[in-house]
T-cell receptor
Framework: GAGVSQSPSNKVTEKGKDVELRCDPI?????LYWYRQSLGQGLEFLIY????????KSGLPSDRFSAERTGGSVSTLTIQRTQQEDSAVYLC?????????????FGDGTRLSIL | GENVEQHPSTLSVQEGDSAVIKCTYS??????FPWYKQELGKRPQLIID?????GEKKDQRIAVTLNKTAKHFSLHITETQPEDSAVYFC???????????FGKGTRLHILP
């Protein structure tokens, strides 16, 4: 597709369940970011993948959060044992690296609601 | 690491007036400064960016200025319109492989 694709667009689950959120970046984009955005708040950085380098996980809020990126393309963010405070919109962004810096392109996000 | 401060957090301006949002950064090696606009319920979208080799860039009603000595950059919106109401984020990064750092955002309200 032409843009960053995220799925599902909405996810409602019970507290304590695990969830997986998916991000398909723009083809050829080697950098991929995950952010969390609570209602009316800013972009909270979670994790950054850049090519084959080790990911920057410094923003993950707890060990219940993990992410992987397979084959340098699709990424999955996993939240284990979800809590109500995990409710937020999770945004993925990708960019092309190399040469002049390229801007990030965001997906529409996954709205996660924990009951 | 880099730190980006953005202010004000909320800004209300009369339609037709100008709006200015300011950001400061801490790492003098930062060389790329994009601005994103996020309308309610939508994804953030790039509206303008500037690289450290220029001091100002304009695109119709929006402009960005950069002061490398003072380590601050600003977004200027002239002749504001209702559709300018949104949250605006500034960001900075220092090289092509480095993580981009966002400010906390400014909620801009255009008053009729």
């Amino acid at each position: 597709g032409a843009g960053v694709s995220q799925s599902p667009s909405n996810k409602v689950t019970e507290k304590g369940k695990d969830v997986e959120l998916r991000c398909d970046p723009i083809s050829g984009h080697t950098a991929l970011y995950w952010y969390r955005q609570s209602l009316g708040q800013g972009l909270e950085f979670l994790i950054y993948f850049q090519g084959n380098s080790a990911p920057d996980k410094s923003g993950l809020p707890s060990d219940r959060f993990s992410a992987e990126r397979t084959g340098g393309s699709v990424s999955t963010l996993t939240i284990q044992r979800t809590q109500q405070e995990d409710s937020a919109v999770y945004l993925c962004a990708s960019s092309k690296m190399g040469g002049l810096y390229q801007p990030q392109h965001f997906g529409d996000g996954t709205r996660l609601s924990i009951l | 690491g880099e730190n980006v401060e953005q202010h004000p957090s909320t800004l209300s301006v009369q339609e037709g007036d100008s709006a200015v949002i300011k950001c400061t950064y801490s790492d003098s090696a930062s060389n790329y400064f994009p601005w994103y606009k996020q309308e309610l319920g939508k994804r953030p979208q790039l509206i303008i960016d500037i690289r450290s080799n220029v001091g100002e860039k304009k695109d119709q009603r929006i402009a960005v200025t950069l002061n490398k000595t003072a380590k601050h950059f600003s977004l200027h919106i002239t002749e504001t319109q209702p559709e300018d109401s949104a949250v605006y984020f500034c960001a900075a990064t220092k090289n092509r492989d480095d993580k981009i750092i966002f400010g906390k955002g400014t909620r801009l309200h255009i008053l009729p």
